[in-house]
Nanobody, 119 residues
Framework: QVQLVESGGGLVQAGGSLSLSCAAS????????MGWFRQAPEKEREFVAR????????NYADSVKGRFTISRDNAKNTVYLQMNSLKPEDTAVYYC????????????WGQGTQVTVSS
């Protein structure tokens, strides 16, 4: 059983930056692809970014390409999301998730962290 705990959310002005972290425990972190998702009020949860366990492959939603960067430190069992040039439409609860053996099926989810971007 993998436990995921996000941190780093908060309130920022448009154009600013935030860095989210997700600490994992309870499993072999390096065997999991890690993803970030977000859910805005009254909207469906959507994919944001993903990184495979070897750190050699990343994927991003078109809406965040060039602004967000996902990375991971397998020694620290932590995945990061650096968010730059934030926009009000980035406001959402951000969740990290783990998918075993680089699958696209995410088995474990964190509790989420709120990101609010003011205009």
């Amino acid at each position: 059983q993998v436990q995921l705990v996000e941190s780093g959310g908060g309130l920022v002005q448009a154009g600013g930056s935030l860095s989210l972290s997700c600490a994992a425990s309870g499993g072999t972190f390096s065997r999991y692809a890690m993803g970030w998702f977000r859910q805005a009020p009254e909207k469906e949860r959507e994919f944001v970014a993903r990184i495979v366990w070897r750190n050699t492959d990343t994927n991003y939603a078109d809406s965040v390409k060039g602004r967000f960067t996902i990375s991971r430190d397998n020694a620290k069992n932590t995945v990061y999301l650096q968010m730059n040039s934030l926009k009000p439409e980035d406001t959402a609860v951000y969740y990290c998730a783990a998918a075993y053996d680089n699958s696209w099926k995410y088995d474990y989810w964190g509790q989420g962290t709120q990101v609010t971007v003011s205009s």
